[in-house]
C-alpha cells in the first residue's frame, strides 16, 4: 500500500511539467464490516465523494460549491501558456487535494444517507478550511449537500416567484437562471444539461427557494437526475449542471 | 451555525418517542381491512392504449386542529382515492412549529379509515395542543381525501375541519364570516405552513397585526356581544407564498355547541352565486352574509326541493347588503314553509349580481340542543375539480346523504358509484336539470339489496365505502355542480359534511367507442373517411372504477366539439379555458391487401399538474373485427440532419436537430421512440476542474412517431412526418463550448475534442400495452466535437455543417 501510494506521488508531481491537471481519483477501502475509508484526491473531494455514493449506492444527492475564496484557488495553468500570454489570466481552480473520510458503509437503510452525509461534511468541516459543507435532506429520498463560506452559500435564500405557465425544462430552467441570478447576484449559467428539456412542468404555485425550483428541474427530467453546481473561478460564474446521478447503461448489442 | 440548527432539527425528530407505540394505534385503527379488487376490463375488447399519466409527484395536506391537542376528541377521516396502497407520512406542528414526525400509514385502496387521534396520541405518551398535522405522500393531487372532527366542547357536538391544499388558494386574502349564538365566542387558528415568517393582517371586525413564525398557529380569541352583534366576520391578509397562511377556526355557544369557521379565498371563487345544498327543512338555521366589495349588493335567497326533477321551490324578496358589512338571516320560516309542502331536504342558492369575489356567506343548522351542522355555503368547484370522492360509514349509527346539485342554467348529467367492500355499485346515469339537486341514497339501496346495472350489490358487510360522482364527460358550462355528503352520527355527536373536489384523473375514460366509416383508402394525411357517429358504450377506467354502461348516446349530445374531418390532422385545437382537444390519425392492416385507416379522436379537460380528464382510445367498428393499427418493428432508420437547435430557450445555438426515417413495413406513427445509452458515453473535453460536468450520457428522451411531441417546443419546428420522429438534439451547450475554448490551451491541452456516445433505440407500439419497449437500433454512434471556431455535430455518421461559434 504504501509503495502504491508512493508511486503515485512520484507522479503527480511529475505531472507539472506535462500538464498541471492532475488527475482525480477516489479509492473506497472496507474498514472492518461497517466502515468504509475514501481516499480523495480532488479540486472536489466532497463533490466525488458525493458522486462515489450516488453511482455505488443509488443515492439521489446534488451538490452545490461554496464561492471559493482567493486562499483556496491556484493557478494551474502551464508555464508556456503563461510565457507566450504575459497580462492574461491563467487557469484558475479550486486546490487539489487529498483528503480521507472514515463513513459508516450504506447499507440501505432509512434515514442512513443523511447520517452518512453527516459524518462525510464534518470530518471536512474539522480540516480548518474556509469552505464547510452542510447536508439539506430533501423529500423523495433525496438531499442536497451545500458548500460555504463564512455562512455564504451561492444560492442563499434566493427564491423564485409562482409560475402559473406550462414550461419546458429549458424554458424553466432559463426562467431559474435569471430569476435566482437576479436574487444572488451570482450569475447562475447552464453548464451540462442531461436531461429530457423538452418535458412540461406543471405551473408553480408559490414563492419557492431556488434550491427547491432547481430541484424540481431535475426531478421532472428523469427520475434519477440530480444538480451540481461548480463555480467557474474564471468567469466568476455559476454552472449548473443536471445530469444522472448514475450513467445507466443498457447494453443491447 | 446553519449547520447547527439543521442537525438539531434533525436531533429531534429522531428523538421522538413512542412513534411504534403511535404506529400500533394507527394500524389498530383500521377497520378491519379487506383487498379490494379492480373490476376486470371488459372482455374481448382490444387493449387499452396508453393513457397520458401524471407524474407522481409530492404531495401535502393540512390539517387544521386549531389548537386542539392530546386531552380532547379528534378523529380523523382519511380517504384513499388511489386503485392501491397509500403511504402517508405525517407530521405533527404543535402551536410553536415543532414538529412530531409520525410513523407512516399505509391505506389500502379505497380505504377509507377513521382515526381515533387524540386517544392514538395519549396512548403514544405525545402531549400538547397542536396547530396543523402535514400529510405527505407521493401520488397525485386529491389522491389522498381528509379531514379532521374536532370537538371543542368536551362531550359536545364535533366540528368539521376540512383539510387545506395549496390549490384552494389564489391569492394571500382570506374571509370568513358566522352567525353567533348566545354567548358566543370565537377561536381563530392563523397557521403559517410556509417555512417563512409572514406578517398576517386582521381586519372586519377586528383591526390588528399578528406575526406568526414558520409552521407557527396564533390564536385568537374573541367573546361576543349577543345583545349588539349577531353576525361576525374576518378578514385575513399577508404578504407571502398565497398559500403559506391557512385560517381555521370555531364559534361555540357557552358549553352547549359549536361550528366552523370556513375561511375561503374570494379570490379563488368560480362564482357569484353560492349554494349550500340539501339543508334539512326541520332544522332552525341560520345565514350569515358578509359583503366585501366596495359597493352594495342586491341578492335573494333561492331554495329548491332536492331528489326531483320537478323540485318545489320557495323564492325570498330581493336584499340589499350594504358595502363591506355583515348580516344574519333566520331562515327557518323559508324552510319551513318547503316543510309544510312536504319537502325534507331543499338547496338553497343564493342569487346575486354581486361579483364572484364580492359575497362569502355561513349555513348553520341546529340540529339538536348540543349539535349543530355547519352546511358548506360556496360557490361549485372550479371545473377541473368538479366532483367529489366522499367516504361512507355503515358502523354504528352512521348514515350517508351524498347529493349533487346543479346551480347552473344548463341541464347536466352525473355519473355516480360506490366503491365498497371490493365491488363498484353503478347508480344509472342521473340528469340533473338546472336548478335541482341528485340524491344517491347509498344506504338504502345497501339496506334493500338493490341491484345496480351489473346486477351487483353493495355488500352488506362493508363497514366503509366511498361515493364518486362526476360530471358527464364534456359538460357545457365551466362550473355548476356542487356535491356534499353529510355523515351523521349520534353516538359520535357529528353531523359532518364532506364536499372538497376531487381530482379529474380519477375519471379517466376510455370514451368512446365510435362507429365508424371505413369507406375508402386513406388518402393524404388531411383527408379522413372515418367519423363519428354514434357512442355505443362506456368502458371501464385503468382504475376498475365503472363497469360497463349498456347505454347508446348520441356523441353530439354529449357537447363534443365538431372537427372538420379534413383539417382534423394538422394541429392540436385549443379550446376555451382549461381545455385542449387534439386528433391523431392510426392505421392498420384491415383485410388482406389494403391498407385502412381509421379516425382516433382524443379530447381531454387539462388537469393541475397537466394531464387529462378524459381521454378517447381507438377507434374499432361494430362488428369489432377490424384489425387494431399495427406497430411494426423498424428493421433501421435513416437520419437527416435539418439545422441547428432553433427553439431550445436555453439558447443552445451549438445543438444539432436531426430528423429521423424509419425503415419498416407497417406503419408506426402514434407509437413512441425511447433512446438510452448502450455503453457509457465519453466525453474528452472535460478535465478535472471543469466546472462542467462531463457530457458521457445520453438524455433518455422519448419521440412521438409520425407527430409533435405535445409541449415540445423544438417539436413545433421540426414535425415528424409518416414514420418518422425526432427532433434528436445533439450537441454541447454553448456555455461548454466556450469554456473548453478557451481554457483547454491554458491547461496544455488541445482542441479539437468532443463527446461520443453510443445510443440504444427502442419502440414502444402505441396499440399493444402487454409489449414493451423493444430495441431496434443499438450502438447508433452519436458526437460533437469542438474546435477553436466551433461545432460539429454527427448522428449515425451524418453531420452538421460545422458551425462557428467562439
Given amino acids: 500500500m504504501k509503495h502504491r501510494i508512493m508511486s503515485l506521488f512520484l507522479f503527480l508531481q511529475t505531472l507539472p511539467t506535462l500538464c498541471q491537471v492532475r488527475p482525480a481519483s477516489l479509492q473506497a477501502a472496507p474498514d472492518g464490516q461497517d466502515a468504509l475509508v475514501l481516499t480523495v484526491r480532488s479540486n472536489y473531494p466532497i463533490r466525488d465523494s458525493v458522486r462515489y455514493l450516488n453511482e455505488n449506492y443509488g443515492w439521489l444527492i446534488s451538490y452545490e460549491d461554496p464561492i471559493y475564496p482567493d486562499v483556496e484557488v491556484e493557478d494551474i495553468s502551464i508555464p508556456q501558456w503563461k510565457k507566450a500570454h504575459p497580462g ?18 450504506p447499507s440501505g437503510s432509512k434515514g442512513e444517507q443523511e447520517k452518512i452525509l453527516g459524518e462525510l461534511v464534518d470530518q471536512f468541516n474539522r ?38 405557465r406550462i414550461r419546458t425544462e429549458a424554458e424553466e430552467l432559463r426562467l431559474l437562471l435569471e430569476g435566482c441570478s437576479a436574487r444572488t447576484q451570482i450569475p447562475l449559467v447552464a453548464g451540462t444539461i442531461i436531461a429530457n428539456r423538452n418535458l412540461t412542468l406543471p405551473p408553480r404555485k408559490a414563492v419557492v427557494p431556488c434550491r427547491d425550483a432547481l430541484l424540481a428541474v431535475a426531478i421532472q427530467g428523469g427520475a434519477n437526475l440530480v444538480y451540481q453546481i461548480l463555480e467557474d473561478v474564471n468567469n466568476k460564474t455559476y454552472v449548473v449542471n443536471i445530469g444522472p446521478s448514475k450513467v445507466i447503461v443498457q447494453q443491447s448489442q | 451555525m ?26 389498530a385503527a383500521a377497520t378491519l381491512g379487506f383487498a379490494q379488487t379492480t373490476q376486470p376490463g371488459s372482455g374481448g375488447k382490444k387493449p387499452l392504449p396508453p393513457r397520458p399519466t401524471a407524474p407522481m409527484t409530492e404531495q401535502h395536506i393540512a390539517l387544521l386542529f386549531a389548537g386542539q391537542g392530546s386531552a380532547d376528541k379528534i378523529l380523523v377521516t382519511l380517504n384513499n382515492n388511489r386503485a392501491g396502497v397509500l403511504s402517508v407520512t405525517p407530521t405533527l406542528y404543535r402551536l410553536t412549529g415543532q414538529s412530531v414526525t409520525l410513523p407512516s400509514i399505509e391505506l389500502q385502496q379505497s380505504e377509507s379509515r377513521l382515526i381515533d387521534f387524540a386517544q392514538s396520541l395519549r396512548h403514544s405518551g405525545i402531549q400538547g395542543q397542536f396547530g396543523y398535522m402535514d400529510l405527505n405522500y407521493s401520488g397525485r393531487i386529491m389522491e389522498l381525501g381528509a379531514q379532521l372532527t374536532l370537538y371543542p366542547l368536551f362531550g359536545r357536538g364535533g366540528v368539521d375541519s376540512p383539510r387545506s391544499l395549496s390549490v384552494d388558494f389564489k391569492s394571500t386574502e382570506r374571509a370568513v364570516t358566522a352567525w353567533l349564538p348566545e354567548d358566543a365566542q370565537s377561536v381563530i387558528a392563523l397557521t403559517n405552513v410556509s417555512a417563512q415568517a409572514v406578517l398576517v393582517r386582521l381586519s372586519g371586525d377586528e383591526e390588528t397585526t399578528v406575526a406568526v413564525a414558520p409552521h407557527e398557529t396564533v390564536l385568537r380569541r374573541r367573546v361576543f356581544d349577543s345583545n349588539k352583534i349577531h353576525a361576525m366576520s374576518v378578514e385575513v391578509g399577508y404578504d407571502g407564498p398565497v398559500d403559506a397562511v391557512r385560517a381555521f377556526g370555531y364559534v361555540s355557544e357557552g358549553f352547549n355547541k359549536s361550528f366552523p369557521l370556513r375561511f375561503s379565498d374570494p379570490a379563488a371563487s368560480t362564482s357569484a352565486p353560492l349554494t349550500a345544498v340539501g ?4 332544522a332552525p338555521t341560520h345565514i350569515a352574509l358578509r359583503n366585501l366589495q ?20 320557495v323564492d325570498t324578496p330581493a336584499e340589499t347588503l350594504e358595502a363591506l358589512s355583515n348580516q344574519e338571516l333566520t331562515i327557518t ?11 325534507e331536504r331543499a338547496t338553497l342558492t343564493l342569487v346575486t349580481q354581486a361579483t364572484s369575489k364580492g359575497l362569502v356567506a355561513a349555513a348553520t343548522q341546529e340540529l339538536a340542543s348540543d349539535l349543530v351542522e355547519d352546511v358548506p355555503f360556496r360557490p361549485s368547484n372550479p371545473r377541473r375539480f368538479m366532483r367529489g370522492a366522499y367516504p361512507l360509514r355503515w ?4 348514515t350517508n346523504h351524498p347529493m349533487v346539485a346543479n346551480a347552473s342554467d344548463i341541464p347536466m348529467t352525473v355519473r355516480a358509484y360506490v366503491i365498497a367492500g371490493g365491488t363498484t355499485y353503478l347508480f344509472p346515469l342521473r340528469d340533473v336539470p338546472a336548478n335541482t339537486t341528485a340524491v344517491f341514497d347509498v344506504d338504502a339501496v345497501r339496506a334493500n339489496k338493490t341491484p345496480d346495472l351489473n346486477g351487483k350489490f353493495i355488500p352488506q358487510d362493508a363497514p366503509f365505502g366511498k361515493f364518486h360522482w362526476a360530471p358527464m364527460i364534456s359538460t357545457k358550462t365551466a362550473e355548476g355542480l356542487s356535491g356534499r355528503t353529510e355523515v351523521f352520527s349520534a353516538a359520535d355527536k357529528r353531523a359532518s359534511s364532506f364536499s372538497c373536489g376531487f381530482m379529474c384523473d380519477y375519471d379517466t375514460d376510455e370514451f368512446p367507442y365510435f362507429d365508424l366509416y371505413l369507406a375508402g383508402l386513406y388518402k393524404a394525411p388531411n383527408q379522413s373517411p372515418a367519423r363519428m357517429t354514434t357512442a355505443t358504450e362506456f368502458i371501464q377506467d385503468g382504475y376498475g372504477n365503472y363497469g360497463n354502461y349498456p347505454i347508446s348516446y348520441d356523441t353530439s349530445k354529449l357537447g363534443y366539439p365538431s372537427f372538420d374531418n379534413t383539417s382534423m390532422l394538422n394541429a392540436s385545437t385549443s379550446l376555451a379555458g382549461d381545455q385542449k382537444a387534439w386528433a391523431r390519425v392510426d392505421s392498420g392492416n384491415y383485410g388482406t391487401t389494403s391498407f385502412r385507416y381509421v379516425f382516433t379522436q382524443e379530447f381531454g379537460t387539462q388537469s393541475e399538474d397537466g394531464s387529462y380528464c378524459t381521454y378517447g382510445g381507438p377507434s374499432t367498428n361494430e362488428s369489432n373485427n377490424s384489425q387494431v393499427p399495427g406497430c411494426a418493428i423498424p428493421d433501421d432508420e435513416s437520419t437527416q440532419y435539418i439545422q441547428q437547435v432553433l427553439a431550445d430557450t436555453t439558447a443552445v445555438p451549438t445543438a444539432s436537430d436531426f430528423l429521423q426515417t424509419l425503415l419498416t413495413v407497417g406503419n408506426d406513427d402514434g407509437s413512441t421512440i425511447t433512446e438510452g445509452n448502450n455503453a457509457a458515453g465519453n466525453d474528452s473535453c472535460y478535465f478535472q476542474g471543469s466546472p462542467y460536468s462531463p457530457f458521457n450520457s445520453v438524455s433518455g428522451s422519448s419521440w412521438l412517431i409520425g407527430g409533435i411531441n405535445p409541449g415540445q417546443a423544438e417539436s413545433q419546428v421540426v414535425v415528424p412526418g409518416h414514420n418518422q420522429w425526432g427532433p434528436d438534439e445533439i450537441g454541447y451547450g454553448a456555455g461548454p463550448v466556450q469554456y473548453y475554448q478557451q481554457n483547454r490551451a491554458r491547461l496544455g491541452l488541445s482542441l479539437p475534442c468532443g463527446a461520443t456516445f453510443s445510443q440504444n433505440l427502442t419502440i414502444t407500439c402505441s396499440q399493444t400495452q402487454e409489449q414493451g419497449p423493444i430495441t431496434y437500433k443499438g450502438n447508433n454512434p452519436l458526437s460533437s466535437t469542438i474546435d477553436a471556431t466551433g461545432i460539429t455535430n454527427c448522428r449515425s455518421s451524418r453531420c452538421s455543417p460545422h458551425t462557428n461559434y467562439q
Wanted: hydrophobic letters at 40%; glycine letters at 10%.
Fill in chain 2, 395 to 398: 358502523t354504528g349509527d352512521y
Fill in chain 2, 333 to 343: 320560516k323559508s324552510l319551513k314553509q318547503l316543510g309544510d309542502m312536504g319537502v
Fill in chain 2, 279 to 282: 339543508l334539512r327543512t326541520s
Fill in chain 2, 2 to 27: 446553519m449547520l447547527l440548527t439543521r442537525r438539531k432539527v434533525f436531533a429531534r425528530r429522531r428523538g421522538c418517542r413512542h412513534i411504534f407505540l403511535l404506529w400500533l394505534a394507527l394500524s
Fill in chain 1, 127 to 164: 480540516l480548518g478550511r474556509q469552505d464547510t459543507f452542510i447536508v439539506i435532506p430533501k423529500p423523495q429520498n433525496r438531499g442536497v449537500v451545500v458548500g460555504s463560506v463564512n455562512g455564504r452559500e451561492a444560492l442563499q435564500a434566493a427564491v423564485v416567484g409562482p409560475e402559473t
Fill in chain 1, 88 to 105: 492574461e489570466r491563467g487557469f484558475l481552480t479550486p486546490i487539489f487535494s487529498q483528503v480521507r473520510f472514515r463513513i459508516t458503509k
Fill in chain 2, 294 to 313: 366596495g359597493t352594495a349588493a342586491s341578492y335573494h335567497l333561492h331554495f329548491a326541493e332536492i331528489g326531483s326533477l320537478k323540485p318545489k321551490v
